[in-house]
């Protein structure tokens, strides 16, 4: 038997919408509304009904109303009242229920791949659980109380502090704390820039680039004009009357290898000579196995760069964080952007990434990372000399993926045989900007970072299977 207490003002009152309306007085009402409510299923077989004092009140009826309702609910096996147990709705007392239908049989679901090879994302596996939880009970245990109010839309000092020093000695990035505001991530940084008004288009961009951040642009309005790519990355020769560039210097995504050491003093001076601005993504510059990483474009020229960096490919998208580290002159316009509080990023996981940045883990796990995706990569490149020695793997030197370069004309048909053996990856030509007057030929962009240790070497077995002869 239900033991729940059904409240007139909570549950009859309002959940029921009990009306008494009708003919015959409030007396006769009342028990057409009960009756109702116990035939529609609103109060199910057991449950507890309100002392006539109770319903009286809330309904603004007399207590005998009440009472000579229940009562000839009782006598026709509606209700049921017991000493010490109030009046109840009765076991026997049925809801009315819709004719049973012939359930469907339900479509057979469509089976994933089996392989995920998709840019992109990092190895979910190693995602450092221990190392991150005993950063999340520290930031917990030495939070001040401030912490669960209201956030600042600059971000916690504590990691602005830590992300100073980080990107400083790891990315060559020269900023200070005041400078950084503390973003969900790279498309967040888009529409915060971009969807707030603090800049305007038309923004130059690489041929080859991610098409959902097109289309976070194009939501806000801003035209996107592609800049042709060559072996030492984007012409920016070809810049024209727009004033803000958006580049992936450190390793252009996704064709692979970093904006030429001419081309970054280039844009800069581009930038110094045109009141213009560039926009340096830097979604996975720890990553580089060949050699010392490439530093950033922003330690150039810190007043003409916005470095925008996350932690979804070093440690988790589902830590959703990123930073932007502004010119001084765009700190105040995007703080107004993002209000008085902090509206996207858990102040809880900002303290935790920053204890896990100062106590060295986010360090140790990038070395970590970063010999874990260099094997894979060097497993893909020995795979595709023993199966396919036809086909080139480029874009190898850092990242989380590789290009392989295709025969021409067969990208489609190579995709179409991928999914067959269970792949999911993409064509170059998902990421070619459709103004583009250039191609840079037909090939794969394959992830190795996204299948875990033990998936990977049947991944690298379905790829070569799918690979044109």
């Known amino acids: 038997m239900a033991a729940s207490w059904v409240n007139s003002a909570e549950r009859i009152g309002s959940d029921l919408h009990l009306e008494l309306t009708g003919p015959g007085g409030r007396r006769a009402a009342l028990i057409r509304a009960l009756r109702e409510a116990v035939r529609s299923g609103r109060l199910a077989p057991g449950t507890r009904l309100p002392p006539y004092r109770s319903l009286a009140a809330d309904l603004g009826v007399a207590r005998n109303t009440v009472a000579d309702a229940?009562?000839?609910?009782?006598?026709?096996?509606?209700?049921?009242?017991?000493?010490?147990?109030?009046?109840?709705?009765?076991?026997?007392?049925?809801?009315?229920?819709?004719?049973?239908?012939?359930?469907?049989?339900?479509?057979?679901?469509?089976?994933?791949?089996?392989?995920?090879?998709?840019?992109?994302?990092?190895?979910?596996?190693?995602?450092?659980?221990?190392?991150?939880?005993?950063?999340?009970?520290?930031?917990?245990?030495?939070?001040?109380?401030?912490?669960?109010?209201?956030?600042?839309?600059?971000?916690?000092?504590?990691?602005?502090?830590?992300?100073?020093?980080?990107?400083?000695?790891?990315?060559?990035?020269?900023?200070?704390?005041?400078?950084?505001?503390?973003?969900?991530?790279?498309?967040?940084?888009?529409?915060?820039?971009?969807?707030?008004?603090?800049?305007?288009?038309?923004?130059?961009?690489?041929?080859?680039?991610?098409?959902?951040?097109?289309?976070?642009?194009?939501?806000?309005?801003?035209?996107?004009?592609?800049?042709?790519?060559?072996?030492?990355?984007?012409?920016?020769?070809?810049?024209?009357?727009?004033?803000?560039?958006?580049?992936?210097?450190?390793?252009?995504?996704?064709?692979?290898?970093?904006?030429?050491?001419?081309?970054?003093?280039?844009?800069?001076?581009?930038a110094r000579a045109r009141g213009g601005l560039v926009l340096e993504d830097d979604y996975d510059g720890e990553f580089r196995y060949d050699r010392k990483p490439v530093g950033a474009v922003q330690g150039l020229d810190p007043e003409r760069v916005i470095h925008i960096g996350s932690v979804s490919k070093s440690l988790s998208p589902a830590v959703r964080l990123g930073w932007m580290v502004l010119p001084e002159r765009y700190v105040d316009a995007v703080l107004a952007v993002k209000g008085d509080r902090e509206a996207w990023a858990s102040v809880l996981d900002q303290l935790s990434l920053a204890d896990f940045v100062v106590s060295g883990a986010y360090d140790r796990h990038v070395r970590r990372m970063r010999q874990r995706y260099r094997d894979r990569r060097d497993r893909l490149v020995a795979a595709l000399a023993d199966h396919a020695p036809h086909i080139e793997a480029t874009g190898i030197a850092a990242g989380l993926h590789a290009v392989l370069r295709l025969p021409p004309g067969t990208e489609t048909s190579t995709v179409k045989a991928a999914t067959w053996q269970g792949i999911a990856l993409d064509g170059l030509a998902a990421f070619w900007h459709p103004d583009t007057d250039m191609a840079a030929g037909d090939g794969l962009v394959v992830g190795y970072a996204s299948p875990s240790e033990h998936a990977y070497g049947p991944a690298l077995e379905a790829l070569c299977r799918a690979l044109p002869p």
């Open 70 to 270: 229940y009562a000839e609910l009782v006598a026709e096996g509606w209700l049921t009242a017991r000493q010490g147990s109030g009046t109840r709705v009765a076991e026997r007392a049925e809801p009315l229920r819709p004719a049973a239908r012939v359930p469907r049989k339900a479509p057979p679901r469509a089976r994933g791949p089996r392989h995920d090879l998709t840019q992109g994302t990092p190895d979910t596996s190693a995602f450092p659980r221990t190392a991150w939880l005993a950063s999340y009970r520290r930031a917990l245990q030495q939070a001040p109380n401030e912490v669960f109010g209201p956030g600042d839309p600059a971000g916690r000092i504590e990691l602005r502090e830590a992300l100073t020093e980080y990107l400083a000695r790891a990315r060559g990035v020269r900023t200070e704390p005041g400078r950084i505001v503390i973003c969900s991530g790279f498309a967040h940084a888009l529409r915060l820039l971009f969807g707030g008004g603090v800049l305007h288009g038309p923004l130059a961009v690489e041929a080859y680039g991610l098409g959902f951040h097109r289309e976070v642009l194009a939501a806000a309005g801003v035209r996107t004009v592609p800049l042709p790519l060559d072996e030492h990355g984007a012409r920016i020769d070809r810049l024209r009357r727009e004033r803000t560039v958006l580049l992936t210097p450190a390793h252009q995504f996704p064709t692979g290898g970093p904006l030429h050491p001419a081309r970054r003093a280039a844009v800069i001076d581009w």
